[in-house]
């Protein structure tokens, strides 16, 4: 295609989940509420590690960055789409679908990482108990964050980049919730096989390669777990890794299935499912899932709130 046709856009339309008014103000009030939810549990989680010290251990580190990560990802797609959904025009400016691509993709990656630390962190704390404060010190588990964070900023600054070299000649309509990179690149006029090997290169160091360690992690974990002779030992260690594993299992699957294969023919109803279950569903079910089944979570919860009750009975007989 000649240079000539090759223009550059200073917005793009979404087209987002439904065109029909009803629906709109059906799923506004139903994502506003999903979106509440997330920024309030995710956000409970973080000041209850901050103010319950028995917490404050390598795994409740790694959380609470992994809360901070699903409240930012959630932030940099819905509201957003709460604002489309209450717009006629659809419509997102060039420099803000740019960012919103940057910060959706590089804390996606993150979480990733963030979910192999932590694997990491639970085969330590299962396999080699008595070393586990050596091992894993406040200095590693700073290194191992931070790694993280500058892995998936680092790769997303790149895609980020490389896909907004494309010249999306006359075509700015996005059939997509978001600036998705696979939706982006779809709209391009020219060859887009180089973007195609990026995708890919970026699933295989961000997807596959921390979920073969989460695998390792796992099966290390399972077979030390297996060689416990007691039952109550056997459920004890599990119970430390189960939410962990929850986790795992909700985030990697969807993920690897559609960013793994870009050249497979696109679906793109099913995209958009799984962009809303990853910005809604994941990051409200997170801190639940940690609360629910994890004990030490639960009594600190309960520590809190019975902490408050006896403030609050001190202020009435006062």
């Known amino acids: 295609m000649g240079t000539e046709n090759q223009t550059w856009l200073s917005e793009f339309l979404l087209l987002g989940v ?18 509440l939810m997330t920024v309030l549990g995710n956000i409970l989680i973080v000041i209850l590690i901050r103010l319950d010290t028995r917490l404050h251990t390598p795994m409740y580190f790694f959380l609470t960055n992994l809360n901070l990560v699903d409240v930012s990802y959630a932030t940099s797609i819905v509201p957003q789409m709460l604002a489309h959904f209450l717009e006629e ?3 997102i400016p060039y420099v803000s679908c740019a960012a919103q691509l940057f910060f959706s993709l590089g804390l996606g990656g993150i979480e990733f990482l963030l979910l192999a630390v932590m694997a990491y962190d639970r085969y330590v704390a299962v396999c080699n108990p008595l070393r586990y404060s050596a091992i894993m010190h406040t200095g590693l588990c700073v290194r191992l964050v931070a790694a993280s964070w500058a892995s998936g900023s680092l790769n997303s600054l790149m ?36 973007n195609e090997v990026a995708i890919m290169a970026s699933s295989i160091v961000l997807l596959m390669t921390p979920f073969s ?3 390792l992690s796992y099966i290390k974990i ?39 294969q870009p050249h497979s023919t696109p679906n793109i109803l099913q995209e958009k499912m799984i962009s809303l279950f990853y910005a809604l569903l994941i990051p409200m079910l997170n801190p639940l ?30």
């Open 18 to 35: 439904s065109s029909d008014q009803g629906t709109q103000i059906f799923l506004f009030v139903l994502f506003l509420t999903m979106y």
């Open 89 to 91: 025009q659809k419509t």
């Open 159 to 194: 895609q980020t980049a490389i896909t907004f070299q494309l010249p999306m000649c006359t075509n700015n309509v996005i059939d997509h919730i978001s600036c998705e990179i696979l939706a982006l690149v779809r709209l391009a006029c020219v060859d887009t096989s180089s």
């Open 213 to 215: 360690l989460v695998l």
């Open 222 to 260: 399972i077979s030390t777990i297996l060689k416990i002779q007691s039952t109550e030992g056997r459920k004890k260690a599990f119970q430390t890794c189960a939410s962990h594993l929850t986790v795992v299992t909700l985030c990697y699957g969807m993920t690897i299935f559609t960013y793994i």
């Open 289 to 318: 899932i940690y609360s629910v089944r994890n004990k030490e979570v639960k009594g600190a919860w309960q520590k809190l709130l019975g902490q408050f009750y006896e403030l609050k009975s001190k202020l009435i007989s006062s």
